[in-house]
């Protein structure tokens, strides 16, 4: 899961999001997502998918597209 967290975080980087602004843009507790890059909990299909809609696009488009 190492590579779909740093893809999240260049793609909110690409849109001046925080941590924080994802997590407001998934209308979820900022700590879900902290505790995520933290490793302290490994995203489910569902996070990745709730985090992808919130950056835009399809899972599949969003994470793996180079």
Known sequence: MVYELERIMVLC???GWS???LA???DVPPNNIY???RRRSAPTIPILRDICAALGGHAG???WRR
């Open 13 to 15: 980087q690409a849109r």
């Open 19 to 21: 941590r924080y602004q």
């Open 24 to 26: 407001k843009e998934m």
């Open 35 to 37: 505790n995520l890059f």
């Open 61 to 63: 488009r969003v994470l």
